[in-house]
């Protein structure tokens, strides 16, 4: 596929181009509505267990009793998940990489089943409180859309892999509310390739489902960060400096979660994988009744971060717990993401260097623990990713900011730069290939 960018020529790229269009409209209206709804409903049924585990809590019933009932409703829900796809691989984990595999040819597209499998699967598996997030269930099923679509309207086999990434692209756009990143995924991280049709095409994917998006369910910002203090030119270092130790992160992050899959398989072969997983889900069960703030995607405890409401010492603890929850919960095989909670470890560890750092620097320069923490997101990201420019591109689109551009784009790099040097292969890479290989 290579050569495709030395070859592209005015009639190449303008052939059958505006049925590709109009078919790329029709996927990304489609993105938007099953994504946000996807969002959506993770957000109410999530909010809706932990009110629920809360009002067990404070319940006549008996405590140790009440923590059984929130346990077993946690191992339910993830075992029933985990259950539901038993048999399609595709359908387990992320997603992301199998999307890449595609792309590769190294598998083919999923079928059309994936799509409700990742939907209902991932609800069920994330609204207990596993450290999850819904990026990669929407970039599949975005990837689904776009196959489906490819068939029904019978586009040619070029055309139905420029909408295949295209429109997994989207799918990101709307995860996040960010659709220069979701567009820039595309090209950065899944296709590895940039043509001016795989452009028109990314481009309008996502334009069409962001659009559609932000008229049914808003278009407000993940974080609220309206008071950032501004940095100072000597900060560029340490913004580099916390690059370079995230971006070494990054490589042990993806290597914890490597053992822990090994871990998952390793431990009780005999053991089928939906008791596995019930058991972690009884877990998070467990911690949504005794540390809520310990469980879910991350989203609510980076805003707190954000907000300034997270001592150091809270920073510690909930960059350890998040550490080991995050990959044990990936390790259930059950859908969901590593984007979202990866982003809490580098907001804690951004925000924790911050105040270090003010600790050891004898100046009278405030150093924002808000910025770090975002600096510290998009560099986390990018050590485990390796996808510096969506890194950027999505920090400054959840946060709705380009104040930070330098010191974002200075840690990405740093980032990227430390996590090359240790050999650290990006996450997606080594999840691509463990994949089982299909029938």
Not at 29 to 51: K, M, P, R, T, Y
Not at 52 to 67: D, F, P, Q, R
Not at 98 to 113: D, I, K, L, T
Not at 323 to 342: C, E, H, I, K, N
Request: charged share 10%.
């Amino acid at each position: 596929m290579n050569n495709q960018a030395d070859e592209e020529t005015l009639e190449s790229i303008a052939s059958g181009l505006l049925p590709l269009l109009l078919v790329t409209v029709i996927a990304g209206l489609l993105v938007g509505l099953v994504g946000g709804s996807f969002h959506w409903l993770l957000q109410i049924s999530g909010d809706g267990f932990a009110s629920w585990v809360g009002e067990l809590k404070t319940s006549s019933m008996h405590m140790g009793l009440s923590a059984a009932i929130a346990m077993l409703a946690g191992a339910v829900s993830v075992g029933l998940s985990r259950w539901l796809v038993r048999n399609t691989p595709c359908a387990r984990g992320s997603g992301i990489q199998h999307v890449e595999a595609v792309m590769r040819g190294q598998a083919s597209p999923a079928p059309f089943r994936v799509l409700p499998l990742k939907f209902v699967g991932g609800i069920l598996s994330m609204m207990p409180g596993l450290a999850l997030g819904r990026e990669g269930p929407t970039v599949q099923m975005a990837a689904v859309i776009g196959t489906q679509c490819g068939k029904l309207f019978r586009l040619g086999n070029d055309d139905k892999a420029l909408l295949y990434t295209a429109i997994a692209g989207s799918g990101l756009s709307v995860a996040f509310n960010a659709p220069l990143a979701g567009a820039v995924f595309v090209l950065e991280e899944v296709s590895r390739l940039i043509t001016l049709r795989r452009m028109l095409v990314s481009l309008l994917a996502v334009a069409a489902a962001i659009t559609t998006y932000r008229m049914l369910f808003g278009n407000a910002t993940s974080f609220d960060v309206s008071n950032l203090l501004p940095f100072t030119m000597p900060e560029l270092v340490l913004f580099a400096l916390l690059g370079g130790w995230l971006g070494a992160l990054g490589v042990l992050f993806n290597r914890s979660t490597l053992m822990a899959m090994d871990a998952a398989t390793n431990l009780m072969p005999l053991c089928r994988p939906e008791w596995k997983a019930a058991f972690v889900g009884g877990i998070a069960g467990l911690m949504v009744f005794a540390i809520p703030e310990w469980t879910g995607g991350g989203e609510k405890q980076v805003q707190s971060i954000l907000n300034g409401e997270v001592a150091l010492n809270g920073l510690v603890i909930l960059f350890l717990v998040r550490w080991v929850f995050g990959p044990v919960s990936y390790a259930t095989g059950v859908p969901g993401g590593v984007f979202a909670p990866l982003l809490l470890i580098g907001a804690a560890a951004g925000a924790g260097f911050s105040t270090l750092a003010q600790l050891i620097v004898s100046t009278p320069t405030v150093f924002d623990p808000a910025t770090y923490a975002i600096v510290g997101m998009a560099a986390f990201f990018t050590g485990v990713v390796r996808a510096p420019l969506t890194g950027v591109l999505l920090m400054m689109e959840m946060t709705g900011t380009v104040s930070l551009m330098a010191p974002l784009l200075i840690a990405s790099v740093s980032s990227a730069a430390i996590a090359t040097l240790m050999r650290g292969e990006p996450i997606y890479d080594t999840l691509r290939a463990r994949m089982t290989p299909e029938r």
